[in-house]
């Protein structure tokens, strides 16, 4: 199990610090920014390694800033700690580490510099981005409000482009709102990668509400057509065994399905599986009969990049007549589709 990028980025790993030449120190506190070196075997194990790294880092920045206050990294340290004590908050669900990251935030405020100062206030939408693992309206609206003022305050800040495209991915059920952000992003976007997402993105946003051809061999023999598919709601699932997010959205569209009328509702699915065999497990797993395309590209299938998919799962709810729908059918499955069925 290897812990993830992005997410190891933002922990920014590192080793125990020893007071002494400052540099030295600073480096060690750098030199583990991939991670930890030990493989999990389990969720438990991985849990327990990252636990075990956070405080080896925690450890390591506390003694920086003991030893070096008045470095001009000492504000950097003080941030790494913030967001240490909110990460490690969040996973072992203490208030007291969450409020020690506040205040943290709210001491640096006194004394940030100009210069400073946009590295706190981005600081400050990360953690509200981190707190987003409950999605309410409100938190929502808070997260626009705080990038939205972001943009405005630090119009050239090279993440602008890459903050807008994030907080985007919250307003798929606000169409307008989602594409404000994205055209917003894009003139801004420098680094290929998100040049291309935020593209995917306003691909998949300007299908909404059209009737969206797709056609494929599925891996059982038939010939699928959604243009053959229509007189009921239709759901295509997008996933692949390499996503446990993917997995974990299969068994749920299986359990709402259950608790639907049945034959009411169609599915298909477009598997991002490199080998075919890893796909054949998971049906057989799982026991999925939905007619599934695969063509062993990946990433890079025709089908796939034509749609602008650019992340897993991605499930849509087509109505009865081929619209495109919702862009994110898992948020409320059950309540779209009774909805769909009552419009019949």
């Known amino acids: 199990m290897k812990f993830p990028a992005a997410f190891l980025a933002l922990v920014m790993i590192s080793v125990t610090a020893r007071a002494g030449d400052v540099d030295t120190d600073w480096k060690a506190i750098t030199a583990l920014d991939a991670g930890p070196q030990e493989q999990p075997q389990t969720a438990d194990a991985a849990r327990s390694i990252l636990l075990a790294h956070l405080a ?25 700690l913030a967001r240490l004590l909110q990460i490690r908050g969040d996973l072992e669900e203490s208030d007291k ?13 006194k004394t940030a510099t100009s210069a400073q100062r946009v590295e706190l206030d981005f600081s400050k939408i990360a953690a509200l981005m981190r707190n987003l693992r409950d999605v309410t309206p409100a938190r929502r609206a808070a997260l626009l409000a705080a990038a939205r003022k972001f943009e405005s305050e630090y119009p050239t800040d090279r993440r602008v482009a890459a903050l807008l495209a994030e907080v985007a991915t919250l307003f798929d059920k606000e169409p307008k709102t989602k594409e404000a ?16 997402r935020i593209a995917d993105d306003l691909k998949r946003l300007r299908l909404l509400g059209e009737e969206v051809e797709l056609s494929f061999t599925s891996v059982q023999g038939r010939e699928i057509r959604l243009s053959e598919l229509r007189g009921q709601p239709v759901l295509v699932v997008f996933f692949a065994g390499f996503s446990p997010p993917s997995l974990a959205a299969l068994a749920s569209i299986q359990r709402t399905l259950l608790e639907l009328p049945a034959g009411r509702v169609s599915v298909v699915a477009v598997c991002l599986d490199e080998k075919r065999e890893t796909l054949e497990g998971v049906m057989k797993s799982r026991n999925i009969t939905w007619p599934v395309a695969f063509d062993g590209n990946g990433w890079e299938s025709p089908l796939v990049r034509e749609l602008g998919i650019n992340k897993l799962p991605t499930v849509w709810l087509l109505d009865a007549r081929g619209h495109l729908r919702s862009l994110n059918a898992l948020d409320g499955l059950g309540a779209q589709i009774q909805q769909l069925l009552r419009e019949r």
Do not use: N, Y
Not at 97 to 109: I, K, M, Q, T, V
Not at 181 to 196: G, H, M, Y
């Open 56 to 80: 080896k880092q925690e450890r390591a920045v506390r003694a920086f800033a003991a030893a070096h206050p008045k470095d001009v990294r000492a504000f950097e340290a003080q941030l790494r």
């Open 181 to 196: 952000l994205l055209l917003d992003a894009q003139p801004r976007a420098t680094d290929p990668e998100i040049k291309a």
């Open 97 to 109: 580490l969450r409020a020690e990251s506040r205040r943290l935030l709210d001491e640096l405020e």
